[in-house]
């Protein structure tokens, strides 16, 4: 995804195994600027086949969106291996390097988390170290699975989908994030984790909206026709 593209394009990914090297193709850092002028669109990086696309990491997050106005589609995803804090399948948030910025407007959409050490689908913050003022808004995840996901404790105590710590980009009224569809199952920290007794495996979190490190957030977050089941903790939590 490491292309200058603009909203309504397309990336097509050919249905195989994509090598997780040490160039890390789609981490933070290798997406590509998307050029939006009417706001309301994303490019695509998108399977040719849905299930078809297959990503194994050992040593980072599978994904890791740092740009605004991208959409993700038909992956599946692995992690083992590791520190948990670099486990992700998929995780949204600013970019690492440099200055972060605010990102928004992100779909995941119809992809499979199956396996991970650390989260299936997340949205978090930068690091408090790069400020408390930038993170993510405006952004749907849709008919995802998340799948053993959490397996590792060392750093923090994971979930299948965590909604952590949103910023918001605007104050215009409406839905601005949006998880629904999505199957969640079979999620469970070990013990210990995050040095002491399991705080998660859920199947859905929301974290932290009221504010903690970072300010609350104050827009429409909606949950609805999810299936959640046999997790090992809430099924979904606020």
């Not at 998929?90 to 650390?118: D, E």
Request: net charge negative.
């Amino acid at each position: 995804p490491n292309h200058s593209v603009n909203c309504g394009d397309v990336i097509i990914a050919a249905a195989g195994s994509y090598a997780f090297t040490t160039s890390y193709n789609f981490t933070t850092g290798h997406w590509g600027t998307v050029t939006c002028a009417a706001g309301n669109n994303v490019a695509w990086l998108e399977c040719a086949t849905f299930d078809a696309c297959k990503i194994t990491s050992t040593t980072a997050q599978g994904m890791w969106v740092d740009h605004s106005y991208w959409g993700v589609q038909g992956w599946e995803i692995t992690t083992t291996g590791g520190s948990n804090e670099y486990g992700d399948c998929i995780q949204v948030s600013p970019q690492y390097y440099g200055t972060p910025v605010q990102i928004h407007h992100i779909v995941i959409a119809n992809n499979v988390c199956n396996g991970a050490t650390s989260y299936g689908f997340l949205i978090s913050p930068p690091p408090v170290a790069h400020g408390t003022t930038v993170g993510v808004d405006y952004v749907a995840f849709v008919g995802n699975i998340a799948y053993n996901t959490s397996s590792n404790g060392t750093d923090a105590c994971a979930s299948g989908f965590s909604v952590l710590a949103p910023i918001l980009s605007d104050s215009l009224p409406g839905t601005h994030i949006y998880v629904a569809g999505n199957f969640s199952y079979d999620n469970f920290n070990p013990n210990p984790c995050g040095g002491g007794t399991p705080t998660d495996g859920n199947g859905i979190i929301l974290d932290n909206l009221s504010g903690r490190s970072w300010a609350a957030y104050t827009q429409q977050v909606v949950v609805e026709n999810n299936i959640v089941f046999l997790n090992g903790g809430k099924g979904i939590e606020l």
